[in-house]
Structures are given as structure tokens and as C-alpha cells.
């Protein structure tokens, strides 16, 4: 197989795009008949920022002229920590291999990419969410499970933000 990687640049918008809606529907198990029109929007316009500025890279990779995966990176910072002393993290998302390319390494050069991607620009914190298809994966490579980490679930934001609107 002859895959062809390539960084992603704006003129992928409209790929990008619908890669990330047909992503979120895989990894969510939604039907192709949810619109996600909010989302689709959303994620147009966080390409058509965060591309040029850097924040974001992508990579897509191509059988001929036929898609067959993605991959991308945001890269962010928080407070120096002492296991972070530069306070540079990245998270690598949207990674995304068509299933008849899955269990051919595609997805572990994907992988790969993004992370030669990140320790170019010098930052070695480097994490993403994994789902039960892409954590053999993701172990493979060396990525370990966090054990420190909390999230305030949306419903619950969403719950203190009507609270709070009046205040």
C-alpha cells in the first residue's frame, strides 16, 4: 500500500470539516441522520482559526486520491508545573482511520506524525482521550492512562450557568 501523508492546510477546509463530523459520529455511535449543524459550523470555523495561527495541526493521508485517515493536534498553555515546566501541553484529536485501512499502521503513522509534531515545537506533554477501538493503539505507541485528571461534566456547567445567569 502506497498511503501519501500530508500536513493539512486551509485549502482542506471543507475536508477537514466533514472528517470531523463523520469522526464525532463514529466515536459517538450517532446516526448519519443527526445533522450536527452547530458542530459542523463550530469545527469550520476552530479550522479556519487555528490553522494559520498555528494552534492546530492536521495531517491527512491518502490511498491514490482516496481519503483514508486523519489526525490532529491543538496545542495550548497552562501554568508551568513541575512535571510540565514549560506549561506547553497537546492534545491529539480527530485521529480517524477509514475501516477498510484500520490494522494496516495507518493510524500508528498518523499517530506518529502528530507526535514528531509536538516535540518539534518543543512540547512533551502530550495526551488525548482514547475510545476502546483506538486504546490498543495508543498503548502500542506508549501513551499511558492518567490517573489525576477530573472533568466537570457540560450538564453540570450548564446546570450552574442558568443557576447563575441572574446573579
Partial sequence: MDMIYR????????????????VLRAANHLPETDELAEVR???????????????????????????????GVSFYAVMPTCCN????????????????????????RMVDL???????????????????MGRPLYEKYGFRPMRDEMLLPPERCLSLASRWAGL
Fill in 114 to 132: 502528530l507526535v514528531k509534531e509536538c516535540l518539534a515545537r518543543d512540547v512533551t506533554f502530550i495526551s488525548l482521550e482514547a475510545t476502546d
Fill in 41 to 71: 459550523a463550530n469545527s469550520r470555523s476552530y479550522y479556519r482559526r487555528a490553522l494559520p495561527e498555528g494552534a492546530h495541526a492536521a495531517f491527512l493521508a491518502f490511498d491514490g486520491e482516496r481519503f483514508a485517515a486523519t489526525g
Fill in 85 to 108: 515546566p514549560s506549561g506547553q501541553k497537546a492534545y491529539l484529536m480527530n485521529i480517524y482511520t477509514c475501516p477498510e485501512y484500520r490494522r494496516k499502521g495507518v493510524a500508528y
Fill in 7 to 22: 500536513r493539512a492546510d486551509i485549502r482542506d477546509l471543507d475536508l477537514l470539516t466533514e472528517i470531523r463530523v463523520q
